[in-house]
């Protein structure tokens, strides 16, 4: 079984810019959720799908937003981005609520500059 | 809301010892604990996890035990192998939700 998809693997962009990040779980499962990783503030939750709703969110600002497809694939989008948002954006799926195991994906590094 | 601590932040052994990392959460309803480990370029794999009526949990060269009255829990490897060098994580969760809180992480070097 295919592992968690993530597009693109690198990203290059600048400050004011927005980006779209995407993400395809494991077949079958049906929860997505999207963490951010950098050295300073380590892995932090940003928010939770689960059929085409949005469950959880994190302690991040409006400008990061995030939708789920019928077919539970996930993107998140950063408006206006600034320097501090360069990190690795990780996807993990799990089969569904209250299905604790999360499996990640290779991520998404972004750069802004 | 919740908050994990890990440590040691860096560990290195021998090829051949145990290493034992150890986490300590802060809420008390916390039920999931999994451990991830993380190689260079690479996203978290999930290796072993527990759910708090659980003690211990074994699976070949690692384990992990959970204390719920003092909070703690910590993964356990033996006989340790070079390509075990990696950052492992330990995270919590809550009933009900799907976000994880991670510890800062242990950057793991076997030494052959």
């Known amino acids: 079984k295919a592992g968690v998809t993530q597009t693109p693997r690198y990203l290059i962009k600048t400050r004011g810019q927005q980006v779209t990040l995407s993400c395809s779980p494991i077949?079958?499962?049906?929860?997505v959720s999207w963490y951010q990783q950098t050295p300073g503030q380590g892995l932090q939750f940003l928010f939770e799908?689960?059929?085409?709703?949005?469950?959880n969110k994190g302690n991040f600002p409006g400008r990061f937003s995030g939708r789920q497809f019928s077919n539970s694939r996930s993107e998140m989008n950063v408006s206006t981005l600034e320097l501090g948002d360069s990190a690795l954006y990780l996807c993990?799926?799990?089969?569904?609520?209250?299905?604790?195991?999360?499996?990640f994906g290779p991520g998404t590094r972004l750069t802004v500059t | 809301g919740e908050n994990v601590e890990q440590h040691p932040s860096t560990l290195s052994v021998q090829e051949g010892d145990s290493a034992v990392i150890k986490c300590t959460y802060s809420?008390?309803?916390?039920?999931?604990f999994p451990w991830y480990k993380q190689e260079l370029g690479k996203g978290p794999q999930l290796i072993i996890d527990?759910?708090?009526?659980?003690g211990e949990k074994k699976d070949q060269r690692i384990a992990v035990t959970l204390n719920k009255t003092a909070k703690h829990f910590s993964l356990h490897i033996t006989e340790t192998q070079p390509e075990d060098s990696a950052v492992y994580f330990c995270?919590?969760?809550?009933?009900?939700?799907?976000?994880?809180?991670f510890g800062t992480g242990t950057r793991l070097l076997v030494s052959p």
């Open positions: 995270a919590a969760s809550i009933p009900g939700f799907q976000k994880l809180v």
């Open positions: 799908y689960f059929s085409e709703t949005q469950r």
């Open positions: 809420d008390s309803a916390s039920n999931y």
């Open positions: 527990i759910r708090s009526n659980v």
């Open positions: 077949s079958g499962h049906r929860s």
């Open positions: 993990a799926s799990s089969l569904g609520r209250g299905h604790g195991e999360q499996y």
